[in-house]
Structures are given as C-alpha cells and as structure tokens.
C-alpha cells in the first residue's frame, strides 16, 4: 500500500507516535524516529524534564544544549524538575490559550493534538507603545495582560527580551499564568530577561521553562511548547498518567 507518491502509506499507529515531530510519510517518519534515537544516547530519558531536554537538542542541533535549560516554580505535587512540564500539559488538557509573543513563535506550535487556541501578542498595544516608547512586543504583552489572556494560559516567549521582561512584571504583580516557557534570544537583555523570569518564578511558584546563555529563539520556544502539548497526548492515550495532584508516573 502506497500514499499516492510511491511511498509505502504509514500506519495510523505510526503516524500518531511520530507526530510530534511533524513526520506525516514513512520516510519522514524514519528519518525522526532516527534523529531522536540518536538524541537519546546523547541525553537521559528518565523524566519529564529530560524529554524537554531531549527536545532543545533536537530542534538545536547542539548536544550541550541540554545543559542550559532551566525548570522553576511548582505546582500541586512540589518544585522539582517536572513541575512546569506537568503544569504545561495538564494546561493543555484543560484547553488553554497559547499565547506566544511573535507570530513565528506561534507559526512553530503544532496544531495538532490539541484543542489550545494559539494567540500570539504582538499587534495589540501600539497606542500604548507610541505612547510610551516601549517596544511594540512589550506593550502587546501589557495589553494582553489587562484583558486577562494571560491568567491560566501557557505563555511562550520566543524572541522578544522585552515581552519577557513585561511578562514578568505583569507575573510579579498577580498575573498567573499556567506555565512559562521564555527563550528569548539576543545580545542585548537576552539573559536578563530570562533571569529575571526565573526569579518571579521562584518568588510566587508560577512554573517556567527558561534557558541560560545568549541562544534561544522562536524556534526553541515552539519546540518546547510542543513538547508539553505531546506529554498531555500521551496522558490522554493513556501512555503516561498523572495522579489526582498532576504528578506524571
């Protein structure tokens, strides 16, 4: 049995387990089961937190990368390392928004195997942005913000330091977000941004997701975000199980 191209057809059993990475053919689907076989010698495959490790290797081409990533906050079961992956998915099962800060970030998020709205910010508050001289991915995210988008939302930073920076401010004065994933790249607040995320993380427990260094991007943080989206598919086909508190076993 082909696909219509010549190409043997893939089996529904496959084309599910292989959907993660955007693999639809048999032959892309051989392709990603082999990349990510050859991550996995490369990086644990114990946890959570390993399977977004697995994750930013993959979708940065770099082994080390694995070591620069960086999990914060809780949720009902503690504060260790699965916390944000399982706060990412269980947000996922319930159908939250996912509101990224760019339109690439939003572009990089699977549609699939998940019923999340994808909202991106940018293209709202540009009054306020002219008014104030803010960047325009900033005062999106204030903008956002008043209207409450980002309360029980996973919110993805990808790009913009500033949309980071304000995202933080908005957490540090009661927004609560289901989850943060922030890999904003750059010279330029980079670092900081991500930093200073982790510690209004840390502060009031909201879980997050962040990376050390100047690397990061739009790409990593679709990446990751589809990781969580791929975590809640498995609890909903019943491969992984979180009990009453959201822990994953």
Known sequence: MTDGTGQPAATTESREEYADLGATTQNAMDIAETSMD??????????????IRQKSVHSMGDIEFQHLLRFTGEDDRGDDEDAPVRAGARA??????????ITMSMAGITGRGHDCEKRKAIGHGAELAERTGMTRTAASVLELDTQGVYDDSIAVVGNAPTAAFALADCIENGTRPAAVVA??????????SRQRVREVSDAVGVPA?????????SGLAA???NELIHVAADVRAGELEFDSSGAGE
């Open 38 to 51: 050859i991550v996995r010698q490369f990086v644990p495959d114990e946890t959570l937190a390993d399977r």
């Open 92 to 101: 996922v099962l319930a159908e939250a928004d996912i509101v990224t800060d």
């Open 183 to 192: 890999t904003p790249v750059g010279f330029v607040k980079a670092e900081e």
């Open 209 to 217: 997701i962040t990376n050390v260094g100047r690397r990061g991007g």
């Open 223 to 225: 990446a990751l975000t």
